[in-house]
C-alpha cells in the first residue's frame, strides 16, 4: 500500500508545473547572485551554492503546502481516504516524497554551483582552499548543504502542520514564507521585551530557522540566535519531529 501511495504522490508531482519551473527559476537566482556578488564574494557564494538556500526553502513551501491544502480544497483528499484504510499512510507518504523533493533541490543546486565555478562569474578559487571552520571550501559547501536540508525540513514540519490546520492554500504559503523571512526578528524582538527570559526565548522554533545562515557566518548570527550551532542543529530536530507528529495527530483526527 505505501509503495502504491508512492507512486501516485510523485506521479502528482512530476506532473504539476510548479515543480519544474521554480527550479529553472532557481537557477537563474544563482546566476543573477553570481553577477552581483561573484567577484568580491566568490568563497562564500560557493559555500552557500549562491545562496540557493533561500530559494529552496520558498520552492518547498509552495509544493509542500499544495501537496495537502489543494486536495483539502479540492476535496480530492476524499478519493486518497478511500483508497487507503490508514491516515499515516497518506501523511507520511507526501512526507517521503517532500523530502525526496528537498534533496532533488540541493543536489542541482551542488551540480549548478560547480558549473558556475567553472564560468568566469567568480574570481579563481581552489576547492581546497581553506576557508570556513579550518575546512577546505568543498568540504563547507557540502555541509552547507546538508545542513540546509534540516533547516529545511524545519519548514517542511511547518508548512505539514499549517496545512493540517488551514485549508487556504494560500494562507499557508503567505505564514510560512513570512517565517522564513521574519525568524531572526522575531527572536530578537522577543528578547529585546523581556530579557531575563533570554535562557528560554532563545530556544524558540523560529530561532532555528537561523541554522543554515549561522553556518556560514557564525560571527552576524551567533549575537542574534544566542545558540551554538550544534544547539540550533538539536532544536532544529527536535522541534522538525514535534510538528510533523502534532501535524499527523491533527490530520488523523481531522474530519473529511
Given amino acids: 500500500m505505501m509503495n502504491s501511495s508512492l507512486t501516485q504522490e510523485l506521479y502528482k508531482l512530476w506532473h504539476q508545473k510548479v515543480t519544474w519551473i521554480t527550479p529553472i527559476l532557481m537557477i537563474f537566482f544563482m546566476i543573477f547572485m553570481g553577477f552581483a556578488m561573484g567577484k568580491s564574494y566568490n568563497q562564500l557564494l560557493i559555500m552557500t551554492a549562491y545562496n540557493s538556500s533561500q530559494w529552496i526553502m520558498l520552492i518547498l513551501v509552495i509544493i509542500g503546502s499544495t501537496m495537502f491544502s489543494t486536495e483539502f480544497q479540492n476535496n480530492t483528499i476524499l478519493t486518497l481516504l478511500y483508497k487507503t484504510s ?39 578559487v581552489s576547492w581546497f582552499s581553506i576557508y570556513r571552520y579550518h575546512q577546505p571550501l568543498l568540504v563547507n559547501m557540502f555541509l552547507t548543504s546538508i545542513i540546509d536540508i534540516f533547516t529545511s525540513m524545519l519548514i517542511i514540519s511547518f508548512v505539514f502542520l499549517m496545512s493540517c490546520l488551514i485549508k487556504s492554500n494560500s ?86
Fill in 171 to 256: 494562507v499557508v504559503i503567505t505564514v510560512n514564507i513570512g517565517i522564513i523571512i521574519m525568524g531572526p526578528a522575531i527572536t530578537t524582538n522577543l528578547i529585546r521585551w523581556n530579557p531575563s527570559w533570554v535562557s528560554i526565548i532563545k530556544w524558540n522554533p523560529f530561532n532555528m530557522t537561523n541554522l543554515t545562515q549561522q553556518y556560514f557566518n557564525f560571527k552576524s548570527y551567533h549575537p542574534t540566535t544566542l545558540l551554538s550551532n550544534g544547539q540550533l542543529m538539536a532544536g532544529t530536530i527536535v522541534y522538525t519531529l514535534l510538528f510533523l507528529i502534532v501535524g499527523y495527530v491533527i490530520f488523523k483526527k481531522k474530519h473529511f
Fill in 86 to 124: 490508514h491516515k499515516y499512510n497518506i501523511y507520511f507518504t507526501k512526507l517521503i516524497i517532500i523530502f525526496i523533493y528537498n534533496v532533488f533541490l540541493h543536489v542541482m543546486a551542488l551540480l549548478i554551483t560547480v558549473v558556475l565555478k567553472l564560468t568566469k562569474l567568480n574570481a579563481p
